[in-house]
């Protein structure tokens, strides 16, 4: 089962701290936010990783190398200029084989057991036209009062009341086929057609999460895990 990181934002709302180093390399409570999320993945048994990257992409190469230290092998898809999520997995649509995977981004910190998932991959894999993705929520940030999607019947929906997308999914590559490469293409809204078709499932997460936006919520994560103030 492969798994694929998305790591080529800009990070703008991150600046100055992304300006120099790209935002997914930025320490939490000692390590970079993506190898957090590359060490939850592989204990979650997704060993093979596709990172794809774009601003100061080669300083993610030159700290990841291929993986091994973690336990993983990583491959790198190199961007010229960050594609939006869709573009990014349509580039490198050819290193991330014919089942679903799951998709993370680099910049989320959460203790979400990655091993879970592996049941509706098997099932996306063996009834694709019945159910091409599957969405982790997560309840509405402060910062998002307004939601993404709600859960109904195990479906998610576009109607009330709405949860957040939390930028953990899992995709049938069959999604993606005939789109084109190195071309700026986003998720959403494309893949709310499929949300209304029925044929995205969901799961709601109440456990620890963070989408590590600005310097502040960089910050406050680093504070919280350095007093061991989170727990699983």
Not at 109 to 118: E, G, P, R
Not at 145 to 164: F, N, V
Not at 189 to 209: I, L, S
Request: with cysteine; net charge negative.
């Amino acid at each position: 089962m492969k798994a694929m990181i998305l790591a080529a934002g800009r990070g703008e709302r991150m600046r100055p701290l992304s300006d120099h180093r790209p935002k997914p390399l930025l320490e939490v409570g000692g390590k970079p936010l993506i190898v957090w999320q590359i060490e939850r993945l592989v204990r979650g048994g997704f060993i093979d990783i596709v990172i794809n990257h774009a601003h100061l992409g080669h300083m993610i190469e030159a700290a990841l190398g291929n993986g091994a230290q973690f336990g993983a092998r990583i491959s790198y898809s190199a961007e010229a200029e960050a594609l939006e999520t869709a573009g990014g997995i349509a580039t490198a649509l050819h290193m991330l084989g014919e089942r679903p995977f799951v998709l993370v981004s680099g910049d989320i910190y959460t203790h979400f057991d990655y091993a879970s998932l592996k049941p509706i991959v098997e099932r996306i894999a063996a009834t694709p036209e019945d159910v091409v993705a599957h969405f982790v929520l997560t309840d509405n940030p402060p910062y998002y009062p307004s939601g993404d999607m709600g859960i109904r019947d195990g479906l998610a929906t576009l109607e009330p009341p709405k949860l957040t997308y939390a930028n953990i999914g899992i995709f049938h590559p069959q999604l993606f086929d005939g789109m084109p490469r190195n071309t700026k293409l986003r998720l959403f809204p494309p893949m709310f057609d499929y949300v209304r078709a029925g044929r995205v499932t969901a799961e709601q997460y109440h456990g620890c999460w963070f989408n590590v936006g600005t310097p502040d919520h960089l910050a406050e994560l680093d504070r919280l895990l350095k007093e061991e103030a989170l727990t699983l």
